[in-house]
């Protein structure tokens, strides 16, 4: 488990030309499959329009020996905004030796480039990956036969105990159908998808900042907010009380929110951050949560195992994210998007079904301090 959150930040926007894959991170775009994942039909469960891409995230947790890729998605119709039923959050992994096979059966194929890419090792996502995975992505197909040494440790007995016996059975998966044919009128509905520009998601720590020479930026901003909101925020520094647990500040803001107070003490150390990663870790909430919060989130479909989070999609992100259709607009509204997943990050190998994970949305309280 990080001490420190991993922040995202928006690289730069990707090239139309430019391939990316499973372990490119970014924000927009298309999901990218990892070789052997069925290609699924994403439709809101409110309204049942499909899903615009939001962000996909290439994290394999320590001691594992799975690639493992997460995408969010979300409904654009203003009508869903808010709501989680409008969110989903997919988890899909591959083991290694999953890859090469597949590799050797569809290499002659010129149908099939996707699984012709350099593999990628699963490194420690905590200690190790702290570029997530952007290093291949100027020599994916110049070197298709170029593997990393691969630094992951294979699974216990006890953790194999606990894979589930079948993914497709879960109600976690309504709203969900495979394309092909066949198939169901959403896959005849795909030149409607909502695609939002493709930008790529760089990494540092949060700790990184406080000792960055911008830190006076970051003072100013804070003066001007506690100006406006005639509240003392305190010097940047550590928001963690003992025992690990967050410390929300305990002046009042002049609207009341003493846990938005302390989310913008935190991000003003990297405003321009839109992506919060910490798994296993506490979540920065930015409206005081529901008291039962631990208890909304529910346990893995297909295993049993608690869930824990993971990362949050910040409310930077909401003015990066415009459509590819430059005469159309694409919007979302939210405050805070934070994903939980599987703690033993259950997966039944050969599977081609992703693993729907858990969303809780909190709306923006104060849109207006973001533009």
């Keep these: 488990m990080q001490e420190s959150p991993l922040i995202g930040i928006c690289d730069g926007p990707i090239e139309t030309k430019k391939g990316t894959y499973y372990y490119t991170n970014k924000a927009g775009g298309n999901r990218d499959l990892i070789p052997g994942i069925a290609d699924v039909c994403i439709q809101c469960s409110l309204c049942d329009v499909i899903l615009g891409h939001v962000v996909q995230i290439y994290c394999p947790l320590a001691a594992s020996p799975y690639h493992r890729t997460i995408n969010v998605f979300a409904c654009t119709n203003p009508q869903c905004y808010g709501k989680a039923e409008s969110w989903k959050a997919l988890r899909s992994q591959c083991l290694e030796s999953e890859l090469k096979q597949l590799s050797e059966r569809k290499d002659t194929s010129k149908d099939n480039l996707q699984v012709k890419q350099a593999p990628v090792s699963t490194t420690d996502w905590c200690d190790e990956a702290d570029d997530w995975g952007m290093e291949a992505e100027d020599n994916e197909l110049e070197s298709s036969s170029h593997t990393h040494p691969d630094t992951a440790q294979p699974v216990t ?85 003992e025992g690990g647990e967050e410390k929300y500040e305990k002046t009042e803001a002049k609207h009341g929110d ?27 909430f930015i409206s005081e949560p529901p008291s039962n919060i631990h208890q909304m989130v529910p346990p893995c479909a297909h295993c049993g195992s608690p869930r824990v989070f993971e990362f949050q999609l910040m409310p930077t992100l909401v003015s990066l994210l415009r459509s590819t259709d430059l005469s159309s607009e694409l919007i979302l509204e939210f405050g805070t998007v934070l994903v939980y997943t599987c703690r033993d990050s259950c997966w039944t190998s050969g599977s081609n079904v992703p693993v729907e994970e858990f969303l809780f949305v909190q709306a923006d309280p104060d849109q207006k301090l973001f533009k």
């Design 157 to 241: 007995d006890s953790q194999l105990e606990r894979q589930p016996g079948g993914l497709v059975d879960s109600i976690g998966l309504q709203g969900l159908s495979l394309n092909g044919p066949g198939g169901s009128g959403c896959a005849a509905a795909t030149t409607a998808v909502p695609t939002f520009q493709s930008l790529y998601i760089s990494v540092v720590e949060e700790t990184d900042f406080l000792g960055y020479d911008d830190v006076e930026h970051a003072n100013r901003l804070l003066q001007e907010y506690e100006e406006r909101e005639g509240v003392a925020v305190g010097e940047l520094g550590s928001c963690k009380g």
């Design 258 to 284: 003493a846990v938005f107070s302390n989310f913008m003490k935190r991000i003003s150390l990297c405003p321009e951050q839109v992506l919060r990663y910490s798994w296993s870790g506490l979540p920065l």
